[in-house]
């Protein structure tokens, strides 16, 4: 029994330390509005605030047959997507892994070359009209020459990489993450590159926007999104957390060098707030937060997503729990016939377990935690042992696991609140009589917001404490999720950017 209250009591404590408290969260309410305003006059500030020549978002109504690709990470998606005109939309696609020797290629031509190949292949299978266009073209033109008549497809390229963006289908890459390298492409506009070898093979395509994933989820739920009003704001929070949202072009005050349509008054903002206050004015900063940053090839960066993304949450877990583990005073995981050698022996934990290796534990395991409310936490104990290799935990360990992962996860989701309540609050629809009545629609997307059990409602509680929201406020606020950002999401900008020509 001493063992075990002790075990109650360090509990309590750890999950004291992740406490976001009202005040702190209007804080960083308040924190977040500031970093947002510095973000819109200068560069180099922490919220980058990167006008992404957006500057409408659809209603519903938009029809037409449009393309859209994504290059993210380890496979490259194309997709067609038909707007129906009445809110629905039919999307068909396919996907290819990228070759490992393309993603280190010596010149940016041959990703790019297979990449566009890709497109060729999907028109060859799935709209056979426009491959066999592409055909005569061939026996026609020897040289390349760029398809531009009206009947041509608008593509939208969804591409996940920094990106100096420069126009609504112009942006140069900063930098290649996620094991891609290829020198040669560094500091060329991404599109063009795309787009000539979309030309070499005659293809009817061009490549009409660049797009950032959240602006891409802010337009597919704009379209979807039930109301006369669009969503104000699209957000990710999966394996990274970002969002982009509608800004009034006059609180735009840095220098532009695009073209864009100036007559809606509007243009849609890339926030990058992944790296929210990494200057830690406001951010809560437990002993694990910090551990955990020096751990990442990026310390002192993305310090709001490292709080509050599935890639960092299970990792904030683990190493909680390896604190407590190293305690021999709290019997968590602890194996009573250990011969206590080190700290390791003394746990009933395999150790090829995650909990002992750094990333090891998958923020998944979160969802099972938070969704398992039955008093003997039977499924949660169950994943403890398939998952993390814990031999027969006990009720009182899945109970500790259970309120540490709850604290954390709770933590997440009302910094989450911070970033949505500020941006509702920056656009000012809440007093805007034009807007009364009205629901502020957002669309989300990504697997903490679609599996983690009251990841919402939690944000929602913080959104009700928020000073300018409070419970009217917030019952304004509706958050739904947006699917296919970077399908049916591209292809509204790839027809936006179309109708600006
Ligand atoms: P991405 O953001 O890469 O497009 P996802 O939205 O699926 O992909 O997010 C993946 C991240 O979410 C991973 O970090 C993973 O650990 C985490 N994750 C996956 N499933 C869950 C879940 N059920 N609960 C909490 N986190 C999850």
């Given at each position: ?161 920094p990106?100096n963006?420069?126009?609504?289908n112009k ?30 093979l ?7 926007a ?92 993305q ?68 969704a ?10 169950q ?16 109970q ?38 009205e629901?502020?629609?957002?669309g ?9 059990p009251?990841f ?11 000073e ?18 970077s399908?049916?999401g591209?292809?509204?900008?790839a ?7």
């Amino acid at each position: 029994w001493p063992l075990n209250m002790a075990l109650a009591e360090e509990t309590k404590a750890v999950v004291a330390k992740f406490d976001y408290t009202d005040e702190n969260l209007n804080a960083g309410v308040k924190e977040f509005i500031r970093q947002m305003g510095e973000g819109l006059e200068q560069d180099g500030t922490s919220l980058s605030q990167i006008p992404t020549y957006v500057t409408a978002v659809p209603n519903g109504t938009e029809k037409g047959m449009y393309m859209a690709v994504d290059l993210g990470g380890t496979n490259f998606r194309v997709c067609s997507i038909l707007l129906n005109g009445d809110t629905t939309f039919n999307l068909t696609y396919s996907k290819v892994a990228i070759p490992k020797e393309l993603m280190v290629a010596k010149t940016a031509g041959e990703l790019f070359a297979f990449l566009a190949k890709q497109i060729e292949e999907f028109l060859k299978t799935h709209h056979q009209e426009h491959f066999y266009k592409a055909v005569r073209r061939r026996q026609t033109f020897s040289a390349p020459e760029g398809y531009r008549d009206e009947n041509a497809l608008q593509l939208g390229f969804t591409f996940s990489f920094p990106v100096n963006q420069i126009g609504i289908n112009k942006g140069n890459l900063i930098r290649w993450t996620k094991g891609f390298d290829i020198p040669d492409a560094v500091g060329k506009d991404v599109c063009a590159l795309l787009q000539v070898e979309i030309d070499k093979l005659h293809l009817p395509v061009k490549v009409s926007a660049l797009v950032n994933d959240t602006v891409g989820t802010l337009m597919a739920r704009s379209y979807t999104s039930p109301g006369k009003t669009g969503a104000i704001l699209g957000a990710i929070f999966g394996t990274g957390t970002n969002g982009a949202y509608i800004e009034k072009l006059a609180n735009v005050k840095k220098p532009m060098t695009g073209e864009f349509d100036k007559t809606t008054g509007l243009m849609v903002i890339n926030t990058e707030w992944g790296s929210f206050d990494n200057q830690l004015n406001v951010l809560p900063n437990t002993t694990w937060d910090i551990q955990l940053d020096k751990n990442t090839p990026n310390p002192g960066i993305q310090m709001f997503e490292k709080r509050v993304s599935g890639m960092f949450l299970g990792e904030i877990v683990r190493l909680t729990i390896v604190d407590m583990l190293k305690n021999d005073d709290i019997h968590l995981f602890k194996d009573i016939n250990s011969s206590h050698n080190d700290w390791k022996s003394t746990t009933n934990i395999a150790p090829q377990s995650g909990i002992f290796q750094p990333w090891g534990l998958d923020s998944a395991i979160m969802s099972v935690a938070a969704a398992d409310n039955t008093p003997e936490l039977g499924t949660l104990r169950q994943s403890l042992e398939s998952d993390l290799h814990v031999y027969s935990p006990s009720l009182e360990d899945a109970q500790a696991f259970k309120a540490i992962a709850g604290a954390i996860g709770r933590r997440a989701a009302r910094l989450s609140a911070v970033a949505v309540g500020a941006i509702v609050l920056q656009t000012g629809k809440l007093t805007d009589p034009e807007w009364a009545g009205e629901a502020i629609d957002i669309g989300v997307d990504g697997s903490l917001v679609e599996h983690y059990p009251y990841f919402r409602d939690m944000m929602y509680e913080g959104l009700r404490a928020i000073e300018g929201i409070g419970e009217e406020g917030a019952k304004r606020i509706r958050i739904g999720i947006a699917k296919d950002g970077s399908g049916v999401g591209a292809a509204l900008i790839a027809l936006v950017a179309a109708g600006m020509e």
